[in-house]
């Protein structure tokens, strides 16, 4: 067992201010001191999280030969801390371009915040959702079953996404200041697809005819701004995977909802390498378990490849979150409030009242064969959904596949029960449920992938009870503080397509969802606690590691790292790629966090200004092993440069920063390299 330095240790900032509000402990019911109130105090952070660019498996797509190989864009995180001085209390929201945020890491992130700050921020208040890239390393979780495809832990893409998350929160939190949040929504109609649509058309007729459209097609926006007028940044919600990049895709990458975030950060000036104020805006998930970016079908979104595609995707979601932004003129009111609870979901007894029959009980966490056939934008070992433990043989011969049922399971064909693998299940059932109101808009926080159907039901529960105390906005925030598969309705689980195959708790996941969910409306309804629930299991020190880390960097007896080996050319015009390819050394050896692998660099007299990075989307930093004697060590790195029809013409130089690791020593060494110069016309 690996025992990580990465378990337990103190945030890098000491105990500092509380932002001038006391921790809120009491609560009087929504509304209460706080009604018709339009003041917070509010504050935006950003930070890197962008693991190991080479060599680690990718959370997403689960596919043993999908491991990364370069950087397309950053991920990042974006955090909100919001307080209200009408009751003391405050929350953190945060939008991570992640696959999923893993139980582990938010254990960690609190110990960390708890360090710095005492008991401001807990488990309670503290909101942490992915925004479902499936384009990012893995290997994060403390679960087995999220480590397969990496071949099991990988402690310094840990500590990235941890350390990350921890520092935007302290720089939001630091940023703190009185201002006012307003609200816009509307539909982006050509952005999504139900790609489950027989399961969907299984729901009650007189249900569906509720709605117009089998995704939930709302957007809904929250523009953030400092006294005196001073823009911080927006959260918006919408429902549609991050999976424009398939499954063929090596670079990393935030996806469609990475890109939106970086058009409008873009738009808005803001800084990734400072440390001060600057712009944020989050595109976070909602019910998005049946809902597909490729338009199209199977995994055609629109463009000629996966990034015209996701930059398609992108760019629907940043006009309408940027006509919104403009037209967000509706005052949040009311304060702040939040609760939290720990459920053991494969144990809840859920009543008759929930179920619309007999009571029924959720069960051992298992899958179906749907779920490792795929589904059709991510198609797994079976080729797509509907397989059979033949087909799956015949595809590849080296996976066993048996079946069983069990009744509390019903209709699903299970592959793996993985809620009873000893010593410790291969994935949580103690999850974390959680709801939090930001003046009269309502998040309902859960560590699932909610289908469109199920999230309706979800939210109409929870606004039965916060409808009537002003609540306006019922908003569900998926994939948030933990993970553990999906949530389908029972009639969609009947069909055992993906989704249902991958909800993991039987056919009653749901109605114990808002079984739960309804305890917690009423309780924040009526300002009453409720009582922690059973405590997860933490698994920090119990995780092991198969792939061994870098070794050592090698490169010809003639060279250098950083030296050149092969160049650009004299000159290029507007919309010409450059391609420089560098011996260098392998990214595992240093992220780089809140740094860059490259520069595009444009003379400006005597001076060098950089005008390009890793995370800008013209830019593409790729990893490859290069064999050479006597090691076999050896190390590519190839840049791109996708010359922007706007490019100022001049004399440019494409600059490589790296890490090698000795064999000798065993020390980590930066190194540089850089391009000749060359001409945009």
């Known amino acids: 067992m690996l025992a990580l330095a990465a378990c337990g240790q103190r945030g890098s900032r000491e105990a500092g201010t509380d932002g001038g509000l006391p921790v809120g402990r009491g609560g009087q019911g929504l509304g209460g001191t706080c009604a018709g109130q339009q003041s917070f105090l509010i504050g935006s952070g950003i930070h890197d999280i962008t693991g190991p660019a080479a060599e680690v498996g990718m ?22 801390v919001i307080a209200s001085p009408c009751n003391g209390k405050r929350v953190v929201f945060v939008s991570a371009d992640l696959g999923m945020v893993f139980q582990g890491v938010k254990q960690e992130v609190v110990r960390r915040l708890k360090a710095t700050f005492g008991p401001l921020y807990s488990d309670d208040n503290v909101l942490l959702s992915a925004t479902h890239t499936h384009s990012g390393p893995g290997g994060y979780s403390h679960y087995a079953l999220y480590n397969l495809s990496t071949f099991g832990f990988e402690p310094k893409n840990f500590e990235v996404i941890v350390q990350g998350i921890y520092q935007s929160i302290v720089r939001a939190h630091e940023h703190l200041a009185p201002g006012h949040i307003t609200l816009a929504a509307g539909n982006l109609l050509d952005a999504s697809r139900n790609r489950s649509p027989e399961a969907y058309h299984l729901n009650p007729p007189e249900e569906r005819a509720r709605y117009a459209y089998d995704t939930d097609k709302r957007m809904t926006l929250l523009r953030f701004t400092k006294e005196p007028g001073v823009e911080v940044g927006l959260i918006n919600w919408f429902a549609v995977h991050t999976t424009s990049m398939g499954q063929e895709n090596r670079y990393i990458s935030g996806d469609n909802k990475g890109y939106a975030s970086y058009l409008f950060e873009k738009e808005k000036g803001t800084r990734y390498d400072a440390t001060g104020d600057t712009f944020v805006a ?4 909602a019910n998005e378990g049946d809902v597909t970016p490729n338009i199209f079908g199977g995994e055609d979104g629109g ?8 930059a398609l995707s992108g760019h629907k979601q940043y006009e309408r979150a940027a006509s919104l932004y403009a037209s967000a003129t509706t ?29 029924a009980h959720t069960c051992t966490a298992a899958f179906g064969i749907s779920m490792l056939s795929g589904a059709e934008d991510g198609p797994g070992v079976g080729g797509g959904e509907g397989a059979t433990c033949a087909a799956i043989h015949d595809l590849w011969s080296a996976f066993t596949c048996t079946t069983t049922t069990t009744a509390c399971q019903a209709e699903k064909p299970i592959v793996l029960e993985m809620g009873a693998m000893k010593p410790f299940p291969w994935s949580p059932e103690v999850l974390p449920l959680q709801l939090v109101t930001l003046g009269n808009v309502a998040l309902v926080a859960v560590p699932f992938e909610l289908t469109t159907m199920a999230g309706r039901r979800l939210r109409e529960t929870v606004r039965a009870h916060l409808e009537p105390a002003g609540v306006t906005e019922v908003i569900i925030a998926g994939l948030s503080n933990a993970y553990s598969g999906y949530v389908a309705t029972r009639e969609e689980y009947a069909r055992q397509d993906y989704e249902g195959a991958s909800t993991h708790f039987g056919p009653w996941t749901l109605a114990a969802l808002q079984q739960e969910f309804d305890a917690l409306a009423r309780a924040l309804r009526e300002g009453s606690p409720v009582p922690p629930g059973p405590t997860p299991r933490d698994l920090c020190q119990q995780q092991s590691r198969l792939r061994p880390g870098v070794l050592l960097d090698d490169k010809p007896l003639w060279a250098r790292f950083g030296d050149v080996f092969s160049d650009a050319r004299a000159s290029y015009a507007r919309g010409e790629t450059v391609r420089v390819t560098f011996w260098g050394g392998h990214p595992k050896n240093d992220p780089r966090p809140q740094g860059t692998f490259l520069r595009v660099q444009r003379r400006a007299g005597l001076l060098w200004e950089d005008v390009a990075y890793d ?8 990893w490859r092993r290069s064999y050479c004697m006597p090691t076999l060590a050896c190390s590519h790195v190839i840049i791109e440069w996708a010359i922007p029809s706007d490019a100022v013409p001049g004399t440019y130089r494409i600059v490589h920063e790296g890490d090698w690791k000795s064999g000798w020593d065993g020390r980590v060494r930066p190194y540089r390299g850089t391009s000749r110069t060359f001409t945009v016309k």
Do not use: C, N
Request: no cysteine; hydrophobic share 35%.
């Open 615 to 622: 995370w800008d989307w013209e830019t593409k930093y790729t």
């Open 331 to 359: 005052p949040l009111t009311g304060g702040v409030d939040y609760r939290h609870v720990y459920v053991k979901m494969d144990d809840v007894e859920v009543w008759s009242a929930f179920t619309g029959g007999p009571p």
């Open 282 to 285: 989050a595109f976070a998930q």
């Open 303 to 310: 463009g000629r490849d996966d990034f015209e595609s996701t």
């Open 59 to 80: 959370m997403g797509y689960v596919q043993l030969e999908q491991q990364t190989a370069g950087i397309h864009q950053r991920l990042r995180s974006r955090a909100f």
